[in-house]
């Protein structure tokens, strides 16, 4: 009788313990929790201290520059053929009479930097030109979808931007100031994108079920040079199998629509062509699917 009540203290004192033991965890459990939050929240006010800081400082660094960035004057710069001349522009801010402002610059990467004199034309902005070559071709953009007899279904889109050869410039800007010369860093002009404003982009789509083709091209601006003529040839490897006039057949609005179906019966068809001729005699053709 005296063990089982002995036995039964012991129990109580154990239970108690653990009672209690429990309690500390869970207190231990939430200033655990409240430790991690006030971590997040330290890391957070870090972040945006940070992200504070380096917004001043670039805020800063551009206020404090002594130049600003070169700009194309799309106006002024011209494209004939494959040459251009880019006139391009900045400003000087703490510019004195009598400084010798240079512009440096070169289109390959492994050639030497050609330095010109800037022409000042006033209230320390400066003008250059600079010819540059550039390919100019037009911009494709083609969505190809290809069903077959057994019903299945592909789809690819044919994206072609004008080649990026020698389509970039890059320079920097010295200020000779008596016996002091300042050099800005050297930063890029892109000039790609002066070719698309030579020939009406290319863009549509092409559905193909079993062997028929139905072939949608837009035309959306009507600049000077624009589409003369569209057609398709369709090839079984390097055999034409037909050859087809893709002809307007919406000219209603700023957007002309060609279009064209055509069967192709039995005929084995391996690939497709679509030639654009535009007004100014230039031809382009690019394989499709």
């Known amino acids: 009788m005296q063990s089982n009540r002995r036995l039964f203290l012991i129990l109580v004192i154990v239970l108690i313990i653990n009672i209690i033991l429990l309690g500390k965890v869970g207190d ?150 008596g016996d002091v010369i300042r050099s800005s860093e050297i930063a890029y002009v892109d000039v790609a994108y002066l070719a698309k404003i030579k020939y009406e982009p290319i863009v549509g789509n092409i559905d193909i079920n079993n062997n028929k083709y139905y072939i949608s091209l837009y035309e959306y601006t009507h600049n000077a040079n624009r589409f003369e003529f569209i057609k398709a040839k369709f090839y079984n490897g390097s055999k034409i199998v037909a050859e087809k006039a893709v002809e307007v057949q919406d000219n209603a609005g700023p957007t002309r629509t060609y279009s064209l179906t055509y069967d192709g019966g039995s005929q084995d068809i391996s690939h497709l062509v679509i030639e654009v001729e535009y007004t100014n005699g230039k031809t382009f053709e690019r394989k499709v699917f």
């Open 28 to 177: 231990l459990n939430n200033q655990i929790q409240n430790l991690r939050h006030d971590y997040n929240s330290l890391q957070s006010g870090i972040s945006s201290i940070s992200g504070n800081v380096n917004s001043t400082l670039d805020r800063f660094t551009r206020e404090q520059s002594w130049i600003t960035p070169v700009r194309v004057d799309d106006e002024k710069t011209k494209v004939d053929g494959e040459q251009g001349l880019a006139v391009l522009n900045w400003q000087i801010k703490d510019f004195r009479e009598g400084a010798e402002v240079v512009f440096h610059y070169r289109q390959n990467e492994s050639g030497e930097f050609t330095a010109v004199p800037a022409k000042n034309i006033g209230d320390g902005f400066f003008e250059i030109e600079i010819p540059f070559e550039i390919t100019v071709e037009p911009f494709w953009e083609i969505g190809v979808s290809k069903r077959t007899m057994g019903g299945t279904a592909t789809s690819e889109h044919v994206v072609e931007r004008p080649r990026q050869d020698y389509q970039s410039v890059s320079y920097y800007v010295s200020m000779k100031t």
